[in-house]
């Protein structure tokens, strides 16, 4: 979290004649990659990369992909923030095992997600999904930190890992969740507990997160998320591990963690493809909910990546909101 005493919020309400919404909406001053590299620095880690074209490097953002897409199902909203200065670097994540078993689970109209993980999904009780599998997603996002000294002596890129920043989708959000404190639960006792906390990630963004009541959150999961944190929700996006919630219960890890430094885009519309991009120039409707989603997660980036106070009481305003006629509104506590 933030240390330094220049580094508050001075406003949380203001209106101003300009806001750079349209800027952080639009591509970056360092230009955007035509496409991905890819690196594999041993058999179990796969990533993909984004680089700024105009400078030799940049802050370290790490994303993790949702459930059935590939860090490539993100190309434009990657590319977008390589375009404003980060570098950002992808995991190929193996689900195969959660998603199969999750998506015959969900067939049966009495699914529910359990209490605890690994607890059966649905009335069958042989729908169980071992805890490794649970923990692979954030075992990898470990991984990436540890293998970035060698992806700069192999691309020549400049990497700032002074304040890394997670960011994940839907399942994605899941494990960025866990790097970032929350924890869930393995059984009925107090200490039976899945915590997967890496202080090395300084902050973090979370695109349409579960909340409690899935994948062994509760009501306590979040008491000691206190680092800086970006939720994005609103009506819509109901993918696969957003089954019965609403977007309400996403906002969990904003409204029940730690106050101070935690912040929400709340949307007017999300839908699973709003954070890719793929439909944005299709029509209005989505072109808006990418460039919100753009403009939104990049003005984190900056405020709490490049540690630019100008961009924290951009996110912490009502400018955003002023601009998109209301279809995204910033809180902040």
């Not at 403009?295 to 961009?311: C, I, P, Q, S, V």
Request: glycine share 8%; proline share 5%; net charge negative.
């Amino acid at each position: 979290m933030p240390d330094d005493a220049r580094f508050t919020v001075k406003h949380l309400a203001s209106k101003r004649d300009h806001t750079p919404f349209s800027d952080l909406a639009s591509e970056g001053d360092y230009g955007a990659p035509s496409g991905s590299v890819n690196f594999s620095p041993d058999s179990d880690v796969h990533l993909s990369v984004w680089s700024p074209v105009g400078k030799k490097g940049g802050r370290l953002v790490v994303f993790s992909h949702a459930e059935f897409l590939t860090p490539s199902s993100y190309t434009e909203l990657l590319k977008h923030w390589a375009s404003h200065g980060f570098v950002v670097v992808a995991p190929m994540h193996n689900d195969e095992e959660i998603v199969q078993t999750v998506s015959q689970a969900a067939i049966n109209s009495d699914f529910k997600w359990p209490r605890y993980l690994g607890a059966p999904l649905g009335a069958d009780d042989s729908f169980r999904i071992p805890l490794d599998a649970w923990k692979e997603r954030s075992a990898t996002l470990k991984r990436v930190l540890d293998v970035i000294p060698i992806m700069q002596q192999v691309s020549g890129l400049d990497i700032s890992t002074e304040r890394p920043i997670i960011v994940g989708h839907s399942l994605g959000a899941f494990a960025a969740q866990l790097i970032l404190g929350a924890t869930a639960r393995l059984g009925p006792a107090d200490n039976e507990i899945l915590s997967m906390k890496d202080d090395r990630y300084y902050a973090g963004i979370l695109l349409t997160p579960q909340g409690h009541g899935a994948l062994g959150f509760d009501m306590v999961s979040w008491r000691d998320l206190s680092s800086p944190c970006l939720t994005v929700s609103g009506p819509g996006d109901d993918s696969l591990f957003n089954r019965g919630l609403t977007a309400d219960d996403r906002t969990d890890a904003y409204a029940l963690s730690a106050p101070n430094f935690k912040h929400l885009a709340w949307m007017r519309k999300t839908t699973m493809s709003s954070c890719t991009g793929e439909h944005a120039w299709s029509g209005v409707g989505y072109q808006h909910q990418f460039e919100e989603i753009c403009a939104a997660t990049t003005g984190f980036l900056k405020a709490y990546g490049d540690y630019d106070e100008k961009y924290l009481n951009l996110i912490a305003g009502a400018d955003f909101e002023n601009d998109t006629d209301g279809r995204l509104a910033m809180l902040y506590r």
